[in-house]
Each structure stands twice: as C-alpha cells, then as structure tokens.
C-alpha cells in the first residue's frame, strides 16, 4: 500500500516562505511526482510536478515563487514556497504517479494579509 506523508505546511504572513516535504512509502521510485492544492468552494489546482530525471511543471499562479525539487533518494519530492500571498491558502496534496493517483492527506498552508 502506498502512503505519502507530507509536512511543513503552516501560518505564515504574506511575503513569507514555507517548504513543503513528502515522502512515499515504497521501494521503487515513482516517475512522477509532485504537489496539488484545493482551497476552500474552489477546484483543484495544480501546483507543480516533477519527473525522475528533474524535468518541471508549474501551474501559472505559482511561477517564478516556487520550486519543486526531488530528494536523492527519488521518493521525496519538496516544495519550496517563497513570496507567498493571502491567495495561496489551500490544503496541499502531495501526489505521485504518472496520473497522480497516489494522494497525501494533505497539509494546510495559511497565509495571512
């Protein structure tokens, strides 16, 4: 059974940084990875993912203030937060697999004006 465990989530005022950790429970290492999150009444939105061989993609509201990167081991994948903004307040979801079909429980970012 696959488990993804995420951390770092928190309070933090607007122009602040949070990173983001999660770690996936398995031996062999997923091809893709990477972090999703939903705020309250809206969609889920993605937020960026990440292949093994380090290739990236971002949702347009977090470009150019986030980074994703993958752990040396492959099976940890990072977010790092930075210029955060009231807007980004969500629950993020660490995903992984090509579809994304393994989910965290998630971890709440709040960011306050």
């Known amino acids: 059974q696959v488990q993804l465990v995420e951390s770092g989530g928190g309070l933090v005022q607007a122009g602040g940084s949070l990173r983001l950790s999660c770690a996936a429970s398995?031996?062999?290492?997923?091809?893709?990875m990477g972090w999703y999150r939903q705020a309250p009444g809206k969609q889920r939105e993605l937020v960026a993912t990440?292949?093994?061989?380090?290739?990236?993609n971002y949702g347009d509201s977090v470009k150019g203030r986030f980074t994703i990167s993958r752990g040396n081991g492959k099976n940890t994948v990072y977010l790092q937060m930075n210029s955060l903004k009231p807007e980004d307040t969500a629950v993020y979801y660490c995903t992984a697999g090509d579809r994304g079909q393994f989910r965290g429980q998630g971890t709440q970012v709040t960011v306050s004006s």
């Open positions: 398995v031996s062999f290492s997923f091809n893709v």
């Open positions: 990440t292949t093994s061989i380090g290739s990236a």
